[in-house]
């Protein structure tokens, strides 16, 4: 296995170095090494067998507008269907999917920054969203089971048959596919959208967030009133689970937003279907309701933005002002006249409180037209923070530079 990498590694950086590369960002252009050193002689092999590397990435990253002195480049451009996003403490990044049923360990093996190989270590899954990775185990969410690959760091190879950790969430397909995600008290936090646009809960564990034990027992729902959430993270001063959610289509071009929320205490109902943002009652579901009687978001997002994946900005890679924020990425819309997201935001935090919401990376969408769909941002270790991307099928890493 370690010498087969090795010439799958020399092949790709062989093929890298022979071929022009895509134009980066020039505000923040990363010093990038000169990899023909690491060519060990298997020259020949690689032009013989170029299917054995990564193809060159298409889309244009130069349309990518950043904040002055970051920059973008592709960490993979071969991820179909790319979506949530963990990243073990070996250095290997999972990568889930939804119509495509894979799910992918992207690889880098030479500490680049930019994948060599990616290995589909499980297919045939029921929209397999949701990944989290927990001593040596990765985590995989499908609509209905939770499934743990088991010392999968050492076995992308030879991938071991899943232990069923659960398999009795709701299997309706309808914001059936999940964001996982392990909390600072060990336990598996698994989402269960609403199985409609807009509709009473038909049961209890509907529009919620539940949790449970890494062996899958004891699970509990600690959050109500959630149409969609499909990513969230925890406070790193606080501890406190913050976790975006989709608003309801269907009520014209500017309304609901979509929504940034904080879970203050187990227990809080956020509205759904009831109340939208801050102050939308709900046409159908909202008569005689208020929306004080709900808890409110600390941030109203666009609407239609389609917001799905946060985290906290915990490293120092990037400027003071991004240091404890939250960055989203924001799929896009299309219950809209004129597309709106298809971009990263980012989300100042003061305290408990959402102070900003501003535009950190677009380009996605040039005028009407879409070439890219962020899903999910996820930090590395260095500070610098990968964004995922289902449509054009990539996964980008963002970089400070410098002024
Ligand atoms: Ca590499
Ligand atoms: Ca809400």
Not at 9 to 27: D, F, H, K, M, N
Not at 132 to 161: K, T
Not at 385 to 392: E, F, I, K
Request: charged share 20%.
């Amino acid at each position: 296995m370690i010498r087969a990498t090795i010439a799958t590694l020399s092949i790709a950086a062989v093929l890298t170095a022979g071929c022009p590369q895509q134009p980066e960002q020039s505000a923040a252009a990363e010093p990038e090494p000169v990899r023909i050193a690491q060519v060990d002689g298997d020259t020949q092999l690689a032009q013989a067998n170029p299917e054995n590397a990564l193809p060159e990435p298409t889309p244009p990253l130069d349309q990518i507008v950043l904040p002055d002195g970051f920059g973008i480049h592709y960490y993979a451009s071969d991820v179909p269907g790319a979506r949530s996003m963990t990243f073990s403490p070996g250095g290997i990044l999972y990568v889930g999917t939804r119509d495509e049923g894979n799910v992918y360990a992207v690889l880098d093996r030479d500490g680049d920054h930019r994948a060599e190989q990616v290995v589909t270590i499980a297919s045939g899954l029921r929209m397999p969203n949701g990944v989290a990775w927990r001593d040596g185990s990765l985590y995989v969410a499908e609509v209905s089971r939770i499934l743990r690959y088991d010392d999968i760091d050492n076995r992308l190879d030879n991938p071991p048959e899943p232990v069923v950790v659960r398999d009795d969430y709701p299997t309706d397909r309808a914001h059936g596919w999940k964001f996982i995600a392990f909390g600072p008290d060990g336990k598996l936090y698994v989402p269960v959208g609403a199985p409609c646009n807009i509709c009473e809960s038909p049961g209890e564990i509907y529009a919620s967030i539940t949790r449970i034990n890494a062996d899958g027992s004891n699970r509990e729902i600690i959050a109500r009133g959630i149409r969609n959430t499909v990513g969230f993270d925890w406070h790193p001063g606080t501890g406190e689970l913050w976790f975006t959610d989709n608003g309801r289509d269907g009520m014209g071009d500017n309304i609901p937003p979509d929504e940034l929320n904080r879970l203050s205490e187990e227990g809080l109902h956020f509205g759904y279907p009831y109340c939208h943002g801050r102050d939308v009652l709900d046409p159908q579901f909202g008569g005689g309701r208020s929306c004080d009687d709900f808890t409110l978001p600390e941030a109203a997002l666009g609407p239609h933005v389609a917001a799905l994946g946060m985290r906290f900005y915990r490293g120092d890679a990037f400027p003071e002002r991004y240091r404890g924020g939250v960055f989203i990425a924001e799929h896009g819309s299309w219950n809209r006249t004129n597309k709106i997201g298809y971009r990263v935001m980012y989300v100042p935090i003061q305290g408990s409180s959402a102070v900003d919401y501003e535009v950190f990376a677009q380009g996605w969408l040039q005028g009407e037209q879409n070439w890219g769909r962020p899903v999910d941002v996820q930090e590395l270790p260095d500070g610098s923070l990968l964004v995922s991307d289902d449509y054009a099928g990539a996964i980008y890493r963002i970089v400070y530079a410098g002024e």
